[in-house]
């Protein structure tokens, strides 16, 4: 398509909405993209309402021609993620672009130039992007596995984008894989089974389910292991206290006691891991709605969720034990204690595990040996500014 692209930032209600509706338009015929609420994309981007903009700057985007709006996207900086060492990925003077949509590749580059042009203004040195908003909601660009609809909080994108992107001069700074396991109703290895048998007959190891009737206590300790167990991974961007507590209170309703673990050793905590069932599957036929109906019937399915397909998203061992064969011990009784419950409660029979880290060594070799494989890819791109 021809015609002038004129950019321009959103600074208003109206500009807000055209953002927002600019994303369910230009997927509306791709079988596989999930529409998000639209409520929860308001509150996303809304100050006061999403903890995340207490610690940041954003700008949104339009871009439009002949009058029509026709991409979006945005652009942003995060006060902590300019705190972080440099060589974890983020630190000084890095600034990231985001939830981009484009009609056409003209239009991808205008955005992406004006977003580039703004984190210049505001003294960015450098880009990481796509990040949408931050590195715990959808980082990265989808450049594997658009043959299938992502699970909850991962990112799908139009497979041109990653031309698109990859000509305004980027190049990858760090690959995401999320692994697929299928007919997990047919359990694990045999040496996956023996690690977990003997892991039962330690006194020192306590596996066991999220005591929901605690659920602030919990929630304490699992964000606690996982700030400090993340604390040294590329891309790392610790939580405040007030995105712990509104995280908390988002997730609450997709906890399933059984399929949410914490280990401990000799008494203390020293792992976690969460699996959820994949809620995407009910809201791609909401068409982002809620209302009138469709809330009812979500929270009818969140009462007791029969669901297929889970997705396993974070896991955290406490530092001392990283990088021993009590972490992989400890991760294979938690993930064969949900496999147990998600497969015997709500009809499992497929997982998915991840966003991992190319270079995540251990996360790896313990998606190698529970057999699964690589059925997504994202890439992070970096661009000096």
Same mark, same amino acid.
């Given at each position: ?69 026709? %991409? ?7 006060? +902590?993620?300019? &705190?972080?060492?440099?060589?974890? =990925?983020?630190? !000084?003077? #890095? ?121 602030? %206590? ?7 292991? +996982?700030?400090? &167990?993340?604390?040294?991974?590329? =891309?790392?961007? !610790?939580? #405040? ?145």
């Amino acid at each position: 398509m021809t015609g002038q692209i004129e950019i321009t930032p959103v600074t208003d209600k109206s500009g807000l909405n055209a953002f927002i509706d600019c994303a369910y338009r230009l997927n509306a015929s791709d079988p596989n993209w999930v529409p998000p609420l639209r409520a929860d994309m308001v509150e996303l981007l809304t100050p006061g309402k999403n903890p995340f903009h207490e610690h940041a700057k954003m700008q949104l985007f339009l871009a439009k021609r002949g009058g029509a709006v026709v %991409g979006r996207i945005s652009a942003h900086y995060d006060e +902590l993620a300019l &705190a972080q060492p440099p060589e974890q =990925g983020m630190g !000084p003077g #890095t600034g990231n672009w985001g939830l981009m949509e484009a009609e056409d590749e003209a239009v991808m580059a205008a955005l992406i130039a004006r977003a580039e042009d703004w984190l210049r203004e505001q003294g960015m040195t450098r880009v990481l992007a796509p990040i949408s908003l931050s590195v715990w909601e959808e980082p990265g660009l989808l450049v594997k596995g658009h043959d299938h609809p992502p699970m909850l909080l991962m990112g799908h994108h139009n497979a041109a984008y990653q031309g698109w992107v990859e000509t305004q001069g980027y190049e990858t700074a760090k690959r995401l894989f999320t692994y697929d396991l299928h007919n997990v109703k047919d359990g694990f290895p045999e040496l996956v089974n023996r690690i977990v048998a003997s892991g039962e007959r330690s006194k020192k190891i306590n596996v066991r389910p999220v005591n929901t009737s605690d659920f602030s %206590g919990e929630t304490n300790i699992i964000l606690g292991i +996982l700030n400090s &167990a993340w604390s040294s991974n590329w =891309g790392f961007v !610790p939580f #405040t206290e007030t995105e712990k507590a509104y995280g908390a209170k988002k997730l609450k309703p997709l906890i399933q006691s059984g399929a949410n673990m914490i280990a401990e050793v000799d008494g203390e905590p020293a792992a976690f891991m969460l699996a959820w069932p994949d809620i995407n599957l009910k809201l791609k036929d909401y068409g982002g709605k809620l209302f009138p109906f469709n809330w009812a019937k979500l929270l009818w399915w969140l009462r007791n969720p029969t669901a297929e397909n889970w997705r396993v998203p974070l896991m955290g061992v406490i530092p001392k034990y990283q990088n021993t064969r009590l972490a992989s011990q400890l991760a294979f009784m938690m993930i064969e204690y949900i496999r147990r419950y998600a497969t015997q409660n709500h009809g499992a029979t497929r997982a998915e595990v991840g966003w991992i880290l190319e270079d995540n060594q251990g996360m790896v070799a313990i998606a190698d040996a529970i057999e699964s494989r690589v059925n997504r890819e994202y890439r992070i791109y970096t661009k000096q500014l």
